[in-house]
């Protein structure tokens, strides 16, 4: 009868003590999981805001988010009207968009710049980045191509703290406009993306790698700012 408590006993605590190491090894690893994103929030400081609370800068960096039928998507149509407001109260004085141009049928640069265009933003004022495959190829080629060194940028609230933590790590000194959207299933998965993507964030602030694409410098940029101090000298 003793041997047999004894037993059980045994057994009991062998699951507990196995419950208490699964328990630690899941609570390390969310932990593991979640600290790049911890550091995103940290890092972004005061730094996100809105159209209205945006400093003055340069360039508003507008990063793609996808096409329907050739045209932007409803969540890049909507950073795209926030570099319009940019450019409108003269917060900014060039745009940068910078996205998706590995194939011939795909093209969200372009689609990008005529939209902006067609909102009343100046042809030679919107400069396109074709090479702008992720965050880190279009912050690091923002800088390294085309000569960015201040710049406001646009993208939606789940992303902007981590275009912002790229950009600082590519030598832009930044601040960031979170556009809001409706908390659907879109803005739930973009969140989710979030997560791994932070993770892979942290690794190429601390790498800062080449782009896929780095290629020559871009004179887009500076034509597009000689053009303003022009116009305003008029």
């Known amino acids: ?40 929030w940290v890092s ?21 988010a996808g096409l329907f039928d050739g045209k932007p998507s409803p969540y890049l149509a909507h950073r795209l009207d926030a570099a319009v407001d940019l450019y409108r109260e003269r917060k900014v004085q060039a745009i940068l968009v910078t ?16 939209y902006l265009v067609e909102h009343g933003v100046p042809r030679v004022r919107v400069v396109g980045d074709y090479a702008g495959f992720d965050t880190w190829d279009s912050c690091t080629r923002a800088h390294r191509v085309f000569g960015v060194d201040r710049a406001v940028l646009v993208s939606q609230d789940f992303h902007v703290r981590r275009a912002l933590a790229l950009c600082e790590a590519a030598g832009i000194d930044a601040y960031a406009v979170g556009v809001p959207e409706w908390h659907d299933a879109t803005w739930l998965y973009g969140g989710l993306r979030e997560i791994p993507g932070a993770g892979k964030a942290a690794l190429n602030a601390w790498l800062r790698p080449d782009p896929l694409f780095l290629g020559p410098k871009e004179e887009g940029i500076p034509r597009a700012l000689a053009d303003a101090a022009g116009a305003q000298r008029r």
Do not use: H, K
Request: aromatic share 6%.
């Open 44 to 64: 972004a400081g005061d730094r996100v805001g809105t159209v209205a609370s945006a400093p003055e800068a340069p360039v508003a960096v507008v990063f793609g």
């Open 99 to 114: 996205g998706d141009n590995g194939r011939d049928s795909y093209d969200e640069t372009d689609a990008m710049r005529e």
């Open 1 to 40: 009868m003793l041997r047999r408590r004894a037993r059980r006993l045994g057994v009991r605590l062998g699951r507990r003590r196995t419950q208490r190491r699964i328990f630690q090894l899941v609570t390390v690893g969310c932990a593991v999981a979640l600290a790049p994103s911890a550091w995103l």
